[in-house]
C-alpha cells in the first residue's frame, strides 16, 4: 500500500517570503499522479498543483511550484512571494497511474501561517 | 465550476442514533468518494462509488455504509452513532479516466458530532 508523509505540522512565513513544504511517499509503482490540495480556514479544499510521476519537468502554477524528486520519492511544494490568502492546510496526495475511481491516498497536512 | 454541496455543514446526533450525510454533485462525475478528516490524521478514505449502485470499501469504512442510487447523489450512513465517529466528513467527485489526471472536487464539509 502507498503511504504519504508529510513531516512538517506547522510552518510559518512572512509575506513576500518562500516557503518549502516537504512530501515523501512510498510507492513501488513506476507511474503514479502527485497532487497538493490546499484548504483554507472553514472553506472547501481546493487543488494546487499536479504532477504526473513520468513527466521529469516539474509542474508550475504562477506563485506554486514543486520540487519533484523520483528517486528519493519526494515532492515537495514552494511557494513563492507568499500572501495572506496562502494560509491554509497543505495536503499532499498520491494517485495511482491505472485502476478505477482516481482513489487518492493523503498525508496528514501542513499547516501554513503566514505572518505580515 | 464544479459544486459539489453538502446537506449540512454542522450536525450535532445522540449516540446510537442513524445518521445520514447527504452529498450531491451537478458535474455528471463517476466517481464519488467519502472521507473523513481528523486532526494529525490527514484524510482518510470511508467509502467510494465508481458508478451507479456500485461501491467500495476505503480504507476505514467499519460503522458506516453508503448508497448511491442515483448518479449525482451519494449518501453516507453511519448505522448506529458512536462518539468516535465525531468528525469532519468530507465528500467528493471525480470523472473516471481512462487513462489521465482527473483531479477530485470536494464539497465544503460537515462537522459532525456525536454525543
Known amino acids: 500500500a502507498q503511504t504519504v508523509t508529510q513531516s512538517q505540522p506547522e510552518m510559518s512565513v512572512q509575506e513576500a517570503e518562500t516557503v518549502t513544504l516537504s512530501c515523501t511517499y512510498d510507492?513501488?509503482?513506476?507511474?503514479?499522479?502527485l497532487f497538493w490540495y490546499k484548504q483554507p480556514p472553514s472553506r472547501q479544499m481546493i487543488l494546487v498543483i499536479r504532477?504526473?510521476?513520468?513527466?521529469?519537468q516539474n509542474a508550475t502554477e504562477n506563485r506554486f511550484s514543486v520540487n519533484f524528486q523520483k528517486a528519493a520519492k519526494s515532492f515537495s511544494l514552494k511557494i513563492s512571494d507568499s500572501q495572506l490568502g496562502d494560509a491554509a492546510m497543505y495536503f499532499c496526495?498520491?494517485?495511482?497511474?491505472?485502476?478505477?475511481?482516481?482513489?487518492?491516498?493523503f498525508g496528514t497536512g501542513t499547516r501554513l501561517q503566514v505572518t505580515l | 465550476d464544479v459544486k459539489v454541496t453538502q446537506s449540512s455543514r454542522y450536525l450535532v446526533k445522540r449516540t446510537g442514533e442513524k445518521v445520514f450525510l447527504e452529498c450531491v454533485q451537478d458535474?455528471?462525475?463517476?466517481?464519488m468518494f467519502w472521507y473523513r478528516q481528523d486532526p494529525g490524521l490527514g484524510l482518510r478514505l470511508i467509502y467510494f462509488?465508481?458508478?451507479?449502485?456500485?461501491?467500495e470499501k476505503g480504507d476505514i469504512p467499519e460503522g458506516y455504509s453508503v448508497s448511491r442510487e442515483k448518479k449525482e447523489r451519494f449518501s453516507l450512513i453511519l448505522e448506529s452513532a458512536s462518539t468516535n465517529q465525531t468528525s469532519m466528513y468530507l465528500c467528493?467527485?471525480?470523472?473516471?479516466?481512462?487513462?489521465?489526471?482527473?483531479?477530485?472536487?470536494f464539497g465544503d464539509g460537515t462537522r459532525l458530532s456525536i454525543l
Open positions: 467528493a467527485s471525480s470523472l473516471e479516466p481512462i487513462r489521465g489526471l482527473q483531479p477530485q472536487h
Open positions: 510507492t513501488s509503482e513506476s507511474d503514479y499522479y
Open positions: 504532477q504526473e510521476a513520468y513527466k521529469q
Open positions: 496526495a498520491y494517485r495511482r497511474f491505472t485502476g478505477t475511481a482516481s482513489k487518492l491516498t
Open positions: 458535474m455528471d462525475h463517476e466517481n
Open positions: 462509488s465508481y458508478d451507479v449502485k456500485m461501491k
